[in-house]
Nanobody, 127 residues
């Protein structure tokens, strides 16, 4: 059974940093797309970042325009982990952040393209 467990969320002041981690278990995820989404109260779940397989051990990363230059996504297929380094955080980044995995190697920004989801971790940025 596939399990995704996020960690690293918390309360931080604007301008601060957090690093989210997602530990995946249940199968090998090498060659599968993995990504981060977030959902703020009263809003739809939105794309944050994704890593798509491009061959061998290589992945391409894509970030939402709202986080480019501030967030970095990375993965470790040996450890089955996905990370999101978040710098220069803003109050509008406040949301529950979810890790997701697709059984396809490449997925776009649509959350419906992902097959498994974690329970989420809360990120709160105070002004």
């Amino acid at each position: 059974q596939v399990q995704l467990v996020e960690s690293g969320g918390g309360l931080v002041q604007a301008g601060g940093s957090l690093r989210l981690s997602c530990a995946a278990s249940g199968r090998t995820f090498s060659g599968k797309a993995m990504g981060w989404f977030r959902q703020a109260p009263g809003k739809e779940r939105e794309f944050v970042a994704t890593t798509s397989w491009i061959g061998g051990h290589r992945y391409s990363a894509a970030l939402a325009d709202s986080v480019k230059g501030r967030f970095t996504v990375s993965r470790d297929d040996v450890k089955n982990t996905l990370s999101l380094q978040m710098n220069s955080l803003k109050p509008e980044d406040t949301a529950v952040y979810y890790c997701a995995i697709s059984m396809n190697p490449r997925v776009d920004t649509d959350p419906r393209g992902y097959d498994y989801w974690g329970q989420g971790t809360q990120v709160t940025v105070s002004s």
